[in-house]
């Protein structure tokens, strides 16, 4: 936090600097009239350019506009001019500083929009740190994704040096998002705090509940071996198959379910494995 605090600090001072330092071409062209205005409008666009898309694309049109304003400014100056010029009352020394001045100033608010970016990425950064530490599914009460990662490995971990097993399962309501549609915003989230206390009614409190996904629940069951597993799948069918809607009609529900056992013969095997075996035998098994 600290750092980041820095940096913001960081990007200030140096947009202080540069308004600074913009003050002198602007202090020096004031006397030029409306070409001396006209400088430092385009000079303020390009640092405006310089600073919200970087100092490339300043660049790219700041040496045309310097190349094109010095080429009508040297012609004007000419004894032999023939071209339907005006004169331009800036000498071509001081023309040239105020380029070489404007060259410099875009590099600076490059810096500025370097620092800027810098500092909307650690934004990014902090706001997912944030959601991370947000542990609780608001919907359903359980652990969410992000938790659920921590947990599952550390149990990995924890099984990979000690011994035992575990059960990841996942059950994902089939048509989740036609029953939204059909019932609506509250039937939806009142169908997810059902399940949510079906499960929390019928697991043990050892066993860890996350919402994985909009559709689906993840339960890491701690100390359960296949055996012992069909008796929890068949106790979830029982209770999950029939659902009470807020008018009071009662409904059918369907689910795919999935599992995997965790052991001492899954050593080295990765989280990202796990979940893949799990989803893969979601296509095969429903409740």
Known sequence: MKKFSDKGKGVLVSLVFLLIVVQVPAYLLSPYGTVGLFLIGFSLLLLAVAISKGPVTALFWCLPYLFLLGTILFYSHLSINRLPIAPIGIPLPFFLVYGLLLIVLIIIA?????????????????????????????????????????????????????????????????????????????????????????????????????RYARDCFAVELTNTTDASLETVIEKLRERLKTHQLLNGKYIDLSFHIGFVLYDGSSFNVEYEELLEKVESEMIAHAI
């Open 110 to 210: 490059g810096k500025v929009h370097e620092q800027f970016m810098n500092q909307q990425k650690q934004i990014v950064q902090l706001r997912e740190k944030i959601r991370q530490f947000v542990a609780v599914d608001p919907e359903t009460g359980f652990d969410n994704r992000e938790r659920m990662k921590l947990e599952v490995t550390s149990e990995m971990k924890r099984i990979d040096r000690y011994g035992g097993a575990f059960v990841l399962l996942f059950l994902q309501v089939e048509h989740y998002e036609e029953f939204g549609k059909l019932y609506g915003e509250k039937e939806r989230v009142h169908v997810l705090s059902s399940i949510a206390q079906v499960l929390q009614e019928m697991l043990r409190m050892t066993d860890r509940k996350f």
